[in-house]
């Protein structure tokens, strides 16, 4: 037996070393289906790698920013000037903007639809990757301390970059979008079609398991969705680069709109709001106000005197309170309904105006008190309920 | 290729910190390059560590335990479970140290020719495990991997000559 183990004593070891890491494989695959890691060695070799890798950035970072601010002034006067004018250019752009931002967001209010803004970010440098070419993986300088938190979406200036994926105390981990286990809800911005964008194993970014039918073309512009409540709504994902008909579907390759090879500098999405609707709070508000808003110099059109007999009881009053014009009625008060006892149910358009100086019998006009109220809608526009006009 | 007798090979030993901060260095580089040079990531500095180390010491069981251990720590920077680069290192380490007890390994072209046959090696164990067991989607390209494989090996006999310094006659 000694002899035995003498012999084979090379091979007992890496047969020995083997098997226990074949367990250990196992159980993290096991264990990671349920939602556990083992974390100890990682957190070793993190807390021994990255503190090298942060202090090579900032040396990098550091030394960059002494030339640029010390020894590479070169027409920085100049400089300065030409900043100034462009800066007042976009301060003129800016009103504007905002202008039709308040517009939009009247518009949306109306429509009931909920947004996502992005509240709070916070910068960080890239300091390391993987190493691996099957694990796309970027590490930041910012962790737990920094309010760094799992799940958390990751943007550069240029478009999305991925997700945190694991949190220590002063690193964290990102999963870019290319990686073949991500996936990001997306929309193409024109023909606004959904899908999930997946990472390949290449690198390449895809939405697949599109209709063969669909009308895609190279160049539409890639969102998110914000159907997978990880990323706000609206950020560019990137550009469809070509589409591949398979038999049953079509696949869309994206490029994407972050250089994900040269990382530097990224944002952290660290809160994000949601901003709701504010009709269910606010009062009623009737489709022709909010018209009369957008268009104040349309006269309001003068009362005409209605000669018109509704029903034997009707009275000449009441029938004229029952005369609306959409614009006009904009800033009178809900009039108290008018009703004929003998009026058959028959509703009549709230716009409509009517001038007769013959006592010509006509069907009665029921009316309520209802105003038109633009009721809330969450995905799609729905007109208002017509109920009778009140004037 | 030259076989020596048990009496011409030398054995290597390494110092305390060269044995720690040598394969600390290959796995920062491997993890910070790529930022800057994207291309390098087809590069495996660990694995050249690892076959270095191995066929410098000469001694299986010290090879194994060099490769599983560097290799556990660069499965530690990614996001797989950890084990696939260690089980494949573990076996590069043993064969390298192996082999380094039989062969000559000193000479450039014995170094070019390991060097290539372990990194396919290595590359086919990675692919079967993290098939097999980590169920991830690779595709195998064998341009690909022998292209890569001929780099590393290049950049492996470069590695070597600046390494040799750090050995010591045990």
Do not use: C
């Not at chain 1, 967001?105 to 190493?131: D, H, N, P």
């Amino acid at each position: 037996m000694d002899n035995l183990m003498g012999r084979y004593r090379n091979v007992t070891f890496l047969a020995a070393a083997i098997f226990i890491q074949i367990l250990g494989l196992a159980m993290q695959v096991k264990r990671a289906t349920e939602n556990q890691s083992s974390r100890l060695i990682r957190v070793w070799a993190v807390t021994a790698v990255t503190p090298l890798e942060k202090g090579i950035v900032r040396l990098q970072t550091g030394s960059s920013e002494l030339w640029h601010n010390y020894f590479y002034l070169r027409g920085v006067r100049q400089e300065n000037r030409d900043l100034r004018q462009q800066i007042e250019q976009l301060q003129l752009e800016q009103v504007r903007l905002k202008q039709d931002a308040d517009q939009a967001r009247r518009l949306q209010a109306l429509l009931g639809f909920k947004e996502q803004y992005i509240a709070k970010t916070t910068a960080a440098q890239v300091i390391g990757s993987s190493g691996s070419e099957q694990s796309r993986i970027v590490y930041l300088d910012k962790g737990s301390r920094d309010g760094i938190d799992q799940g958390m979406p990751v943007i550069s200036a240029d478009g999305v970059v991925g997700k945190v994926l694991t949190v220590f105390k002063t690193t964290s981990t990102v999963l870019l979008i290319n990686d073949q286990q991500s996936g990001v809800g997306a929309i193409l911005e024109q023909s606004r079609l959904q899908g999930v964008l997946k990472g390949k194993v290449t690198g390449e970014l895809v939405i697949d398991k599109i209709m063969p039918d669909e009308q895609v073309k190279a160049g539409d512009r890639v969102l998110t969705s914000g159907g997978d409540q990880i990323f706000p709504k609206g950020l560019p994902l990137g550009t469809v680069a070509k589409t591949t008909k398979g038999n049953e579907f079509q696949l869309l390759t994206i490029k994407p709109a972050a250089v994900l090879s040269h990382l530097e500098e990224v944002l952290v999405i660290m809160k994000k709001e949601e901003h709701g609707s504010d009709t269910s709070a606010a009062a009623p508000v009737r489709a022709a106000d909010i018209l009369s808003q957008r268009l104040p110099s349309v006269p309001d059109k003068p009362a005409e005197p209605v000669a018109t007999s509704v029903g034997a009881a009707a009275k000449p009053a009441s029938t004229e309170r029952a005369i609306s014009t959409t614009t006009g009625a904009a800033a009178s008060p809900t009039k108290p309904p008018v009703t004929s006892p003998q009026a058959a149910p028959l509703t009549k358009p709230a716009n409509s105006a009517v001038t007769s100086a013959t006592p010509v019998p006509k069907p009665a006009i029921k009316t309520t008190s209802t105003p038109l109220v633009a009721k809330p809608v969450s995905d799609k526009i729905t007109p208002p309920s017509t109920g009778d006009s009140p004037q | 290729m030259t076989y020596t007798s048990r009496e011409q090979i030398e054995v290597y030993r390494f110092s305390l910190p060269v044995a720690i901060f040598v394969p600390l260095l290959a796995i920062f580089f491997q993890a910070f390059i790529p930022l800057r040079f994207p291309f390098f990531s087809i590069f495996d500095l660990p694995l050249l560590v690892v076959i270095f180390f191995a066929m410098a010491r000469r001694s299986p069981v010290t090879g194994l335990f060099t490769g599983a251990f560097i290799g556990l720590l660069q499965d530690s920077l990614t996001h797989h479970p950890m084990g696939v680069y260690g089980i494949a290192k573990t076996f590069v380490g043993y064969g390298a140290s192996s082999l380094g007890v039989k062969l000559d390994v000193e000479s450039v072209p014995t170094r070019l020719l390991v060097t290539t046959g372990f990194y396919v090696i290595h590359e086919v164990l990675y692919f079967l495990i993290a098939r097999g067991m980590v169920r991830l989607d690779l595709h195998w390209s064998w341009p690909h991997e022998l292209a890569a494989a001929v780099a590393n090996a290049i950049l492996g006999v470069l590695l070597f000559a600046l390494m040799d310094r750090l050995k010591q006659r045990a």
